[in-house]
């Protein structure tokens, strides 16, 4: 008996398809670290015949252990380490901490090696128009050099605005350096990028998306926003370079962002981290780390901490950041993010200090930039109401990642609360040890859950059955988002 080509064909795909899924899910089993993820990709792989074999292969490889962290450049990096920037012990050291805050100050060394510095003055900017505004008064006050990081450098007004000045203080004499996420500012490639090469700026991509390591870098972003103007002042937070956060966008409207101006001797620990990022982009330039690092003057009262992580990084830096901060509650928790998606271990210890009595209050947008988020993070909802958490919708779209703990603790960054920041993504926060700065922090915060839609957990349980369902679904897929 004879099989005609579409048979055999079919024969074909079936073999090739019982091949891949037992292979892939081998993988999963021997490699797989979390079992709540495993099973994800182990569902998507039956249900989304090849489609999720090839989104495992892309997405789901733990490649922590293969080629994407034996290689050269990674290596180099090591030379660069955290930690050693020059900043004089005296702000490292001479300032009294109580016991929660030697806790933290230790779990964050032993994951990001930066100790908590004193000394430093941290302006909060809590939208876009104030935070771009201060950013160009600061760059075009630059003397030596500028140096930029972003996860999104988008085409538009922001975007010309940067260039332009850019071209002025080239012709000063003053450096430009410009790192970006190949990825989330895919709209640079081409003539955007040469623009600026034309005018002098020395920008590269990080982890550059190309066939040859399309499989070891399209999973790992770099997803800080960091800016460093002649080692002096830096700015750090959740605001990328888009027109969102200056304009109304026809769904969300504008963008709603919280930054950070710093000046002392954190500028020093944060400095390093682009740096690091800059020598690995950027390959074949060099330069001394020593040109760009000294000494640093008292700027003010605040004592503060740069927490840098990343997919290299010996353990996730921003979860156990997190976990380390709730840990310490003894009041109350303030929660913003429009990506609460934080994954087993940190809901645990949230539901474990709710049911110590603590307050804490979840603030997240009514509408989303994913849908496939929002569902997910809804599917949490019901478990953390009945534990007494207070969750508030606040009507505008806010990009923001803050955690307010007690009076006296403050994370802004780019680390969301999510899978993603947690382990595939390059983060950087500050940790503020500063009730003046958590207290204004904590009046905003209280103010927006005023005006905001808080949750019932009675009307939460009524909700549309097809929302029960997408939000049952999702909870499957919550693990890979």
């Given amino acids: 008996m004879h099989l005609t080509e579409p048979a055999v064909l079919k024969t074909l795909l079936i073999i090739a398809y019982i091949v891949l899924s037992v292979w892939s899910i081998g993988s999963i ?23 999720g074999v090839i989104l495992y292969y892309l997405f789901g490889i733990n490649r922590r252990k293969f080629k994407f962290f034996n290689t050269k450049e990674f290596k180099q990096r090591k030379r660069f380490s955290y930690g050693n920037a020059p900043t004089s012990n005296q702000f490292k050291a001479n300032f009294d901490l109580d016991i929660r805050k030697k806790r933290l100050n230790q779990l964050i060394n032993a994951n990001s090696n930066t100790l908590a510095t004193g000394g430093n003055a941290i302006t909060v900017l809590q939208d876009g128009g104030e935070t771009f505004n201060t950013l160009f008064k600061a760059m075009g006050e630059a003397q030596s050099f500028i140096h930029v990081q972003y996860y999104i450098l988008e085409r538009g007004n922001l975007f010309e605005k940067m260039l332009e000045l850019f071209q002025k203080k080239i012709s000063e004499g003053v450096e430009v350096r410009i790192i970006y996420d190949s990825f989330g500012s895919y709209s640079l490639r081409g003539r955007p990028k040469k623009r600026f090469q034309e005018i002098g700026v020395k920008i590269h991509p990080i982890m550059p998306i190309r ?42 409207g504008k963008w709603k962002d919280t930054h950070l101006k710093l000046e002392g001797p954190i500028v020093n620990d944060l400095h390093q981290v682009f740096l690091k ?95 496939a988020a929002m569902f997910a993070m809804f599917s949490q909802f019901e478990e953390l109401l009945g534990v007494g958490v207070k969750i508030f919708l606040r009507k505008d779209f806010s990009h923001a990642k803050i955690l307010l703990v007690d009076d006296d603790l403050a994370s802004i960054g780019s680390g969301n609360f999510d899978i993603r920041s947690f382990e595939l993504n390059y ?55």
């Fill in 277 to 371: 990022d800059y020598f690995f982009a950027s390959k074949k330039e060099n330069f001394s780390i020593e040109d760009y690092l000294f000494e640093q003057s008292k700027c003010g009262e605040v004592h503060a901490q740069v927490v840098a992580g990343g997919p290299d990084s010996t353990y996730p830096t921003i979860m156990q950041q997190y976990i380390g901060m709730v840990n310490q509650a003894q009041k109350s928790i303030c929660i913003a993010n429009p990506y609460f998606l934080p994954g087993e271990a940190f809901f645990q210890a949230l539901k474990v200090i709710a049911l110590q009595g603590v307050e804490i209050r979840l603030l997240i947008p009514k509408k989303s930039d994913s849908l």
């Fill in 29 to 51: 089993i021997y490699h797989g670290r979390r079992p709540s993820r495993s099973i994800g990709w182990v569902l998507a792989i039956v249900v989304l015949p090849f489609v």
């Fill in 211 to 252: 066939l040859k390591n399309l499989l070891f870098y399209l999973n790992f972003r770099n997803h800080r926003k960091i800016v460093v103007i002649d080692n002096k002042v830096a700015f750090t937070g959740g605001v990328n370079i888009s027109d969102k956060y200056i304009k109304h966008d026809s769904e969300l």
């Fill in 427 to 481: 983060e950087a926060n500050i940790l503020i040890y500063d009730e003046a700065i958590t207290q204004e922090m904590k009046n905003e915060f209280n103010s927006i859950c005023e005006k905001a839609e808080q949750i019932s957990l009675e009307e939460f349980k009524n909700r549309p059955r097809w929302k029960k369902f997408m939000e049952g679904l999702s909870k499957f897929f919550k693990p890979i988002l």
